[in-house]
């Protein structure tokens, strides 16, 4: 008995040991998106400026003069 008890704590602790890397993982994930989502928020409000008509100018698109 006290063996087969054993070898459920030792299973129960695998899993839980999976679960905390998994849960690690996820939270990379969260936060890797999150700052994708900052980055395409501030790309919404330059387009919403661009289009509501205030005088912006895309420094970005400029391409010198060959």
Known sequence: MRDVKQQGLIAERMKSAACRREIQELRGKVANLASVNEVLLDENRVLKAKVSG???????SRKPHS
């Open 54 to 60: 205030r005088k912006l100018i895309d420094l970005a």
